[in-house]
């Protein structure tokens, strides 16, 4: 029978969301990694009796781009502090013309578009092959719908994140593209955030905010910075709202996640025992270790 636990939050903070409140019992902590030095320190801290770790993706200041984002020394430091879920904020553009800025989206898939990222723990010297058919935990999922119901906020659930790789914005081609392919919402940071957060074996949701319309909409050239700012400053006032009423929606004890997210290395190692190196057992030792003991 599964050890039942209680659960260790998660929350990454996206463009516009560089801090959390209501916690109680904080403090920021640096956390070493194999993989290098995550985007900033954690910031840990209580929200009634439930721990929670906070990381801003950019970094406080927002100092960092997205491709130059260490997202395995992200999501190792989140597993190294034991956190069990991630709820990821994401500020997005929309590829559908009914999700307008200020919407929310409870993404339910990825396009990765990104080319020069490090994608995977995973490498010579021990092989896994983890399944990302499914890459977000539909439990969370449907806590965030709980939430944005009862705070009336507008979202839908379910849709695609294309993650391009930026910095620079999408072409119009590739705008009109991605909307052929039935894309929902475009951003740059969700990948290969997901695709970490699963072979660590942590439940994962996406929330994306829309701050904009992407370059294909008509009216996209009239709409200013400071439009954009004032919409991805309210989007981060909802986000918090949305994190306190989430959290003790998630607080209770639990053995296992029932969509598998916790156990997602399990047959996904190739190499064979006599031929794993030891430096990659080394780094490996956080978000592997249950698999690597066993």
């Known amino acids: 029978m599964s050890e039942t636990k209680k659960p260790v939050i998660g929350i990454i903070g996206g463009s516009g969301f560089y801090n959390i409140d209501g916690l109680t019992n904080t403090q920021w902590a640096k956390v070493e990694t194999p993989w290098g030095a995550p985007s900033d320190e954690f910031l840990l801290g209580d929200y009634e009796g439930l721990r929670v770790v906070f990381l801003p993706r950019h970094g406080r200041g927002h100092k960092n781009s997205p491709a130059s ?44 578009q990104t080319y ?26 449907d806590a965030l719908e709980e939430s944005l119901k009862a705070l009336s906020l507008p979202y839908t659930r379910g849709g695609t994140y294309l993650v391009m790789e930026g910095p620079q914005f999408s072409t119009l081609a590739e705008s009109n593209l991605y909307r052929s392919w039935g894309c929902s919402v475009i951003g740059m940071t969700n990948m290969p955030e997901a695709k970490l957060a699963r072979e660590a074996e ?9 701050t904009d319309y992407d370059c294909w909409h008509e009216d996209h050239d009239a709409v200013s910075v400071d439009q954009v700012v004032k919409v991805l400053a309210s989007n981060a006032e909802n986000a918090r709202s949305l994190v306190k009423n989430l959290l003790p929606r998630i607080a209770a004890p639990r053995s296992a996640c029932p969509y598998g997210c916790n156990t997602a290395l399990t047959n996904t190692m190739i190499t064979s025992k006599e031929a794993l190196v030891p430096e990659m057992l080394h780094k490996l030792g956080a978000v592997a270790g249950r698999i690597l003991k066993a």
């Open 69 to 112: 984002l260490n997202y395995r020394a992200n999501i190792d430091g989140m597993k190294r502090l034991g956190v069990t879920d991630i709820i990821s904020l994401s500020a997005v553009g929309s590829l559908k013309e009914e999700l307008a800025p200020g919407h929310f989206v409870i993404v339910d898939q990825f396009i990765d």
């Open 116 to 141: 020069a990222r490090e994608k995977s723990f995973f490498g010579p010297g021990c092989v896994a092959h983890v399944s990302m058919a499914h890459p977000v935990c539909g439990r969370l999922g």
């Open 202 to 210: 942590i439940d994962y949701a996406t929330v994306a905010m829309v």
